[in-house]
């Protein structure tokens, strides 16, 4: 058993096991409550997810999928907020954290005006070229922008519609933006597909990869860039990549893959 699967309590049969059965339940995600400690906007602050009166991780245990063809997105930034908050990888259970800079809360230059979060259980690998796009993995969960009408709470597990996807490239790294909406928002029956997005909602799309594209520049770094002639990739590439980086997950979890300092 490797240092990672003994470290996070998982042995590699009964995670696979345990995660498989949990993939089947879309009740699962509902059991699942936060408990926050310190201050939001401070180093201090952690959002906890518990289960059955257990610590669990978002990342590791929540099922990446629900019901319906649809995932489970978490959200870590509620939308028209700039608090930069994430699923901390290093840390014991993953708890949500503040990213930090230079010693401090990490903070947008401008609120998100989409919710944002990831997908539990994929991995972007930093070992794996996508040779599409010449770049490795960015080390975390796949990124989401959710495009619904309604703006989650911090932690809250929402089943999603898969619509597409960006390839957006910062810093060398590949780091995925899926496009997605929540399955009971009043538009989900309309979106089936990027194009539907773009005939429907005009703009949204290019808002999104523009303010993917522009929100480092104030505090000096370059533009980031866009894989795929910058398209916004279809449905099916989405559930490409998902399927992917859900292998790569499994590759992590079972000792298969390098971890590096990733709880």
């Known amino acids: 058993v490797s240092s990672f699967v003994s470290r996070c309590g998982y042995s590699p049969i009964r995670s696979l096991s345990a995660l498989q059965h949990a993939r089947n339940s879309a009740r699962y995600?509902?059991?699942?409550?936060?408990?926050?400690?310190?201050?939001?906007?401070?180093?201090?602050?952690?959002?906890?997810?518990?289960?059955?009166?257990?610590?669990?991780?978002?990342w590791h245990d929540i099922?990446?999928?629900?019901?319906?063809?649809?995932?489970?997105?978490?959200?870590?930034?509620?939308?028209?907020?700039?608090?930069?908050?994430?699923?901390?990888?290093?840390?014991?259970?993953?708890?949500?954290?503040?990213?930090?800079?230079?010693?401090?809360?990490?903070?947008?230059?401008?609120?998100?005006?989409?919710?944002?979060?990831?997908?539990?259980?994929?991995?972007?690998?930093?070992?794996?070229?996508n040779k599409d796009v010449n770049a490795y993995g960015d080390n975390d969960p796949l990124d989401v922008v959710e495009i619904g009408s309604r703006t989650l709470e911090m932690g809250s597990i929402s089943p999603v519609k898969v619509l597409g996807a960006l390839a957006m490239i910062d810093s060398g790294e590949l780091d995925w933006k899926l496009i997605a909406i929540r399955s009971d928002d009043p538009m989900a029956k309309e979106l089936h597909d990027v194009n539907d997005v773009e005939g429907k909602l005009p703009g949204v799309i290019s808002g999104i990869r523009e303010w993917f594209r522009w929100y480092k520049t104030p505090s000096g770094k370059p533009l980031n860039k866009f894989g795929y002639d910058e398209k916004c990739l279809g449905e099916k590439k989405a559930v490409e990549v998902i399927h992917e980086t859900h292998n790569s997950w499994k590759r992590l979890i079972a000792g298969e893959a390098e971890r590096g300092k990733l709880w």
């Open 29 to 58: 995600a509902s059991t699942v409550s936060t408990h926050t400690s310190g201050e939001l906007g401070k180093l201090d602050f952690r959002m906890k997810f518990v289960r059955s009166g257990r610590q669990v991780s978002p």
């Open 63 to 129: 099922p990446l999928h629900s019901n319906d063809n649809c995932y489970n997105f978490i959200t870590e930034i509620p939308r028209y907020t700039t608090l930069k908050m994430e699923i901390n990888g290093k840390e014991q259970y993953n708890p949500i954290s503040q990213d930090v800079k230079n010693g401090l809360p990490r903070c947008y230059d401008g609120p998100l005006y989409w919710n944002y979060g990831c997908l539990p259980q994929t991995w972007e690998d930093p070992t794996q070229l």
